[in-house]
């Protein structure tokens, strides 16, 4: 049972956020090969160590957020919205709090 | 008579006995006993036979870690079966029963398995049952029954369970010394402190070890230091729980037992409280478990740890024989028979595998007591009760056992084989574990979680250092939390430091052949079972534990596992520590499922979602159907009708007049912006840019892999609003997903989303009549065929109440939705009623809309798909505009393999009797008895069409949009059914109804 440090309310229950996956994948583009469309459709690492994931506020603040996570010791590195417009925002209002 | 109660001393209080019952026999015990001590006190000895070999068994330890005395207690709705007689405490009129024995306890008759025991070895219902197959069920009912622990009690749980979250800086798990000292310097302080025991009693061995403590009797010193905790708000003292579950950021689970102690007519409020704290800090303070030596036939009842015999003694108040031996590599056996010599009880005997164990056994013999040096304990005699033990000298380096013997008499052998700190939940935690060679047990290490070990649970045996360590990690832990050290003193002891002297002994090799070895009471592991497991190949330490099930009982090990590794370790050549540990999971004690399941039953298991209608569906007598956390009317029961010609009549209310049906539990969200068209496009495989204003269209959104999703229609209100639905089951997933795709994926496009299914009731009103009907209703909005017609959108007042209407359909008969603000609902509902003079909408039920859907060719995502269909699969190919620059699923639908003619595909079936087809039956060209057949599609919804009057299906089949017309035959359940293949839509295929004028 986790807990995350959601940037618009604070430190939360893991119960509150639904898991979201990898938040590194990146689609090819429309005309690249079917076998890489189906890596990036399908297949997923099973990372040992840090990875970036994503995951959903959804009993919060519906944000979806970046989770830096050790899948071994469970430690949060960092947490930050998913949405760069989101972030900027956070990043302005916390310059002029 | 062997075991005797003392007249006086102990913690159990001689003026109240209290009257109990041990399989239909009374007993008297006193408050302050447990069923085991009881027990014990009236010579009980065998209290259990054991899992395998039905040999009988008596209690060896006074704790959680017994691996013999599981029992099952109560009766009725109070009834538990696998509670350690050790730790239930005693009652009146407690009833306890053993378990595992047959036709009882006296007179087993499984105890045949004894001597038949060479067939019953690691594995051996794999090796000995498995021919022939067949016979394989009739063995297993037997394995079970044999096998068989506590029994289910036969009726509902007659208790209520409760919760409690909690938050605290340093959660201390363990009230002995080391606990206490701990709880003390954390709140001294400052921190905010939990403490948790679980016992009755806080103490843990100073309840049976004399001490004196800041020159108090240990018992003034435990009341003193318990009162300055009560006193101080800020800590939390929590007897008789146990905390027996360490999770991921210092989340720990415990268990409260409320009132398990009393006898169930006197139990008022909740039984168990389930504790979810989170620690910053955690101080495990566990306490160490005395292990027993591994010799043959080390399994006699009688045969007891010698520290349990001296919490019997010192703490309940019995003494366990009159003659009793004691077996040790260690000093700690020491103190019992120096304790039961106190007592009065002569004819002491300890046997030590050490040539020299200096003081101690001076002391001991200046006691009167017999210590034999070099020596080992190599078998033992006696069928309910052990009665001879043979001693032999220490076997020589090769292993041999020593000629020399002598056989003395007992009626009780005392062990003491060393202790293993409790690292379970240290090991939960994810620490690591050391092995300290000198005490030959793991200790804790290293945690990535914010946990310390203290006391014995940190391999420092005696009380001076578990009152030292204690205090040391309640400041450093406290001060981890921001809080200094304050300047008062720890606790100290007069008692002065001693280490166990303990010189490891993991086996005494047996002279005679054919005598077991446990070495797990529990699952009747056996030495020589470790070894045949090895030789098999099973070396690694996971696999052995699952090959023989060593550690794998209800007590998972707590003695037997440290000599199970040791006998892994001799047989593999290896040492301990490179053997390594299994892993260690929650729980720690047996739990209830109603203390996990809490409040969270019956009618409060899950939330029940109402429409805003519920209340009239409710009066009107409607039958309710679940579906998810909604309940919605399955029909409204006619008194004249049953209830199939009830779903007949709502159906044709709907195909020739006029129905309603409440479908508020559709998904409904409201998406804004000037990008909504764009994000459609991306979003739907069809086309959204030419989508105007007052017009709806119908969207199948796909995921990347091309594969069905949801459904639903998006309403086009003006420029930069829209309403979108989805099905009643995927609206809370459809709102995740897209705003994954707006946060993460899509973040350049300016959207903004609201879930509005709760804001909006809705009613559709469905049928050739229902255009006319609605018209009568509205003054401003225009539903002519020309102004409204199919797949439009409008706002204005319907009955007088502000509404959205789509003209949209599910039935395939012309239909309106009509959204209305939810407190609006139930107006809306009954004015529809009250409207149409005497020819008002018929209210129809989800077995009316389903049938009606069917008989259309309307699929159901999640019913008739299964997550591996294509909008292909289900014949809508002209939703998919691949001309499109990207939408999701785009790439994945022009793959070969997503493109084969022989795919699954949705069918509409026409049975060719008067069966209706099983849902969930598999197609077949023609069914061939006992053949290997694979199946060509399946059965995915089914129903006596009321329309056309005969079983109808849809269902999905290979290939199944070229192999219209074929002749199939479905099979379920031993029945077979001839069906004709035909297109799913099988009530007015071109949607003439909907485009007609009427």
């Known amino acids: 049972m986790l807990r995350i440090k959601c940037p618009f309310c604070g430190e939360r229950d893991h119960s509150e956020f639904a898991y979201g996956g990898d938040a590194t994948i990146q689609y090819p583009a429309l005309d690249a090969s079917a076998d890489e469309w189906h890596d990036a459709v399908f297949l997923r690492e099973n990372i040992r160590g ?48 | ?156 749980d007659g208790e209520t369970y409760d919760e409690q979250n909690e938050q605290t800086d340093v959660l201390i798990v363990g009230g002995g010394p080391a606990g206490i000292a701990a709880a003390l310097a954390a709140s001294r302080a400052g921190a905010r402190v939990i403490l948790a025991e679980s016992d009755r009693e806080f103490g843990g061995a100073l309840l049976f070890d004399s001490a004196e403590i800041d ?170 009760r052990i009665s001879q033990v043979r001693v032999e000298d220490v076997p020589d380096a ?22 293993s700190p409790v690292v379970h939940l240290f090991s939960q935690s994810g620490g690591k574990l050391h092995y300290d060679e000198a005490q030959a047990c793991f200790i804790p290490g290293e945690s990535p979680q914010a946990v310390s070990a203290a006391g014995a649970g940190n391999g420092n045996f005696s009380l001076a250092s578990c009152l030292s360590d204690g205090y040391a990690n309640g400041l450093s832990t406290a001060e981890s939390c921001g ?104 729980p720690y004690t047996p739990v209830t499922f109603g203390a996990l399941a809490a409040s969270r039953t019956g009618d409060l298991y899950r939330p029940l979602r109402k429409t805003p209608i519920d209340s009239w569906h409710e009066q009107a007598g409607a039958v309710f159907e679940n579906f998810g956390l909604w309940r919605r009317p399955q029909y409204y029961p006619r008194p004249d009708l049953d209830m199939t010609q009830t779903v007949d009549a709502e159906v044709g209310a709907v195909r020739n007049g006029i129905g309603m049906v409440d479908i508020s539990t559709l998904g409904k969200i409201h998406l804004a912006g000037p990008d909504v068209a764009e994000f459609l496009n991306r979003l739907y495989p069809n086309r959204w840019d030419t989508l105007q204003p007052g017009r709806c269209r119908y969207g199948v959104m796909t995921r990347e892999d091309g594969m069905v999703f949801d459904d639903g229609v998006v309403a086009r209100l003006d420029a930069n609003n829209y309403h979108m639905t989805t099905t009643t089951g995927g609206a809370a997933a459809v709102y995740h997903w897209m705003n994954d795709l707006l946060q993460n994926d899509w973040p350049e496009l300016q959207v903004y989303m609201t879930s509005i299914t709760t804001q909006w009731a809705a009613v559709a009103i469905a049928g050739p009549r229902s255009r006319a009907f609605i018209q009568q209703l509205s003054h401003d909005i225009d539903f002519s065929h020309q102004a409204f017609p199919f797949m439009s959108v409008a706002e204005g007042q319907v009955c007088g109440i502000p509404s959205r209407v789509f003209c949209v359909s599910f039935t395939g008969e012309d239909s309106f939705e009509v959204n209305v603000p939810a407190r609006y609902g139930l107006a809306l509902w009954e004015r529809l ?59 994945s639908l022009q793959l070969e393999e997503i493109r084969r003619s022989d795919r699954p595909q949705l069918v509409g079936l026409v049975s060719s009797t008067d069966r209706v087809l099983p849902e969930g039956g598999q197609l077949v060209e023609k069914f061939q008895a006992g053949q290997f057949q694979r199946p060509e599609g399946h059965v995915t919804s089914s129903g006596l069409s009321p329309t056309l009057r005969k079983p109808i299906a849809l269902a999905m089949l290979n290939g199944g949009l070229r192999r219209i017309g074929e002749s199939l035959e479905v099979y379920s359940l031993g029945q077979v059914y001839p069906v004709t293949v035909t297109s799913p839509h099988f009530y007015d295929p071109e949607s003439l109804r909907l485009r007609q004028t009427a």
């Open chain 1, 50 to 97: 840090v990875q970036f994931e994503t995951w959903h506020h959804a009993n919060g603040c519906r944000m979806w957020l970046i989770v830096e996570r050790d899948t071994m010791t469970h430690e949060i590195k960092s947490v930050r919205p998913a949405h760069d417009g989101w972030a900027a925002a956070l990043d302005s209002a916390e310059e002029s709090a």
């Open chain 2, 1 to 156: 008579m062997t075991a005797k109660r003392l007249h006086e001393g102990g913690r159990i209080d001689r003026d109240q006995p209290l009257g109990f019952t041990w399989d239909g026999m009374s007993f008297r015990g006193y408050a302050g006993d447990s069923l085991a001590s009881a027990l014990i006190a009236n010579n009980q000895t065998v209290l259990g036979r054991s899992f395998k070999y039905h040999r009988p068994r008596g209690i060896l330890s006074a704790g959680v870690e017994e691996p013999n005395a599981w029992v099952q207690l109560g009766s009725g709705g109070h009834e538990e079966p696998n509670v350690a007689a050790t730790v239930a405490e005693l009652y009146p009129g407690l009833e306890a029963h053993s378990p595992n024995c047959w036709p009882s306890l006296e007179f087993d008759l499984g105890a045949v398995n004894d001597r038949i025991s060479s067939l019953l070895v690691p594995g051996f219902y794999y090796k000995t049952f498995m021919n022939p197959p067949k016979l394989w069920p009739r063995y297993e009912r037997a394995l079970r029954r044999m096998a068989g622990l506590g029994t289910l009690p036969g009726c509902a």
């Open chain 2, 215 to 384: 020159g108090l009797p240990a018992d003034h010193w435990i009341a003193q230091s318990l009162s300055e905790l009560r006193a101080n708000p800020r800590v939390r003292v929590l007897p008789r729980t146990t905390i027996f579950g360490y999770y991921d950021h210092n989340y720990l689970v415990g268990l409260e037992r409320l009132t398990d102690h009393l006898p169930p007519d006197a139990r008022s409020g909740k039984r168990q409280r389930l504790w979810q704290i989170r620690a910053r800090q955690v101080i495990t303070a566990t306490g160490a478990h005395e292990r027993p030596l591994v010799f043959a036939d080390n399994d006699r009842p009688g045969i007891m740890l010698a520290s349990a015999a001296r919490a019997y003694l010192n703490r309940y108040a019995v003494a366990i024989g009159r003659r009793p031996v004691l077996f040790t590599n260690n000093d700690s056996a020491y103190t019992t028979a120096l304790d039961l010599s106190r007592a009065g009880i002569g004819g002491l005997t300890i046997v030590d595998c050490r040539e020299d164990p200096g003081d101690v056994s001076s002391k001991a013999i200046d006691a009167g007591i017999e210590v034999i040096t070099g020596a080992v304990v190599a078998g033992t005699r006696g069928r309910k």
């Open chain 2, 398 to 419: 090769k292993g041999r056992a020593s000629a020399a013997t002598r056989e003395i008499d007992c009626d009780c052998l005392l062990v003491s084989g060393g202790w």
């Open chain 2, 483 to 586: 809080y200094p050290a304050t300047s008062e003193k720890p606790p100290v002891t007069s008692e002065s430091h001693s280490a166990l002297q303990l010189v490891p002994l993991w086996s005494v090799p047996s002279s005679q052949s054919g005598a077991k070895q446990f070495v797990d009471y529990f699952n009747d592991v056996t030495s020589s079972g470790i070894a045949l497991a090895v030789r098999e190949g099973y070396e690694s330490v996971e696999h052995l534990k699952r090959y023989t099930t060593t550690g794998m009982g209800l007590e998972q090990g707590k003695t037997g596992n440290i000599n199970a590794l040791a006998a892994l370790a001799a047989e593999t050549g290896a040492h301990i520590p490179e053997v390594g540990t299994t892993t260690y999971r929650p």
């Open chain 2, 833 to 891: 009623l009250a409207s149409g003079n005497g020819n008002s909408p018929v209210p129809f039920g989800l077995d009316a809309m389903d049938l009606l859907r069917m008989e259309k060719g309307h699929f159901i995502i999640g019913r008739d798909t299964d997550g591996t269909a294509t909008l292909e699969d289900l014949g809508l190919q002209k939703l998919i505009k691949l001309d499109k620059p990207q939408f999701l699923g785009k790439r």
